[in-house]
């Protein structure tokens, strides 16, 4: 959990009416779907899902350059097979060493 999200819980939690960090009407909720549509209405976006912002999340930490193994383990991959038939190619270093065949300035000319 990022210290943002640890955040928000607490407050919920610290303005919380009952036991319950994310109720409604005094009770808990048992499921966001409702309230995630919603919220993707009111953003209007289309097409959005918890499975979008899954897939999302894990393009941003490949990305930024999170080894695959920690991005595996954050998706809860069995193993990072998985993670790097996906999302290597989001990683800024994925293929650099290969490109540097194609990189035609280092061509010499032949005489």
């Known amino acids: 959990m990022n210290d943002g999200a640890h955040t928000a819980l607490q407050e919920a939690?610290?303005?919380?009416?009952?036991?319950?960090?994310?109720?409604?009407?005094?009770?808990?909720?048992?499921s966001i779907k409702t309230s995630f549509r919603k919220a993707v209405a009111a953003a209007k976006l289309e097409?959005?899902?918890?499975?979008?912002?899954r897939h999302s999340a894990a393009v941003h930490?490949?990305?930024?350059?999170?080894?695959?193994?920690?991005?595996?383990?954050?998706?809860?991959?069995?193993?990072?097979?998985?993670?790097?038939?996906?999302?290597?190619?989001?990683?800024p270093d994925h293929?650099?060493?290969?490109?540097?065949?194609?990189d035609f300035t280092r061509i010499r000319k032949v005489q």
């Not at 930490?61 to 989001?90: C, D, F, W």
């Not at 293929?95 to 194609?102: G, T, V, Y």
């Open 13 to 30: 939690h610290n303005g919380a009416l009952t036991e319950y960090v994310i109720e409604w009407n005094g009770k808990p909720v048992s």
């Open 47 to 53: 097409n959005a899902s918890p499975h979008v912002l």
């Open 61 to 91: 930490l490949a990305a930024a350059g999170v080894p695959m193994q920690k991005i595996s383990q954050y998706l809860g991959h069995s193993n990072t097979a998985i993670t790097e038939s996906t999302y290597a190619r989001y990683a």
């Open 95 to 102: 293929l650099r060493e290969d490109s540097s065949i194609l």
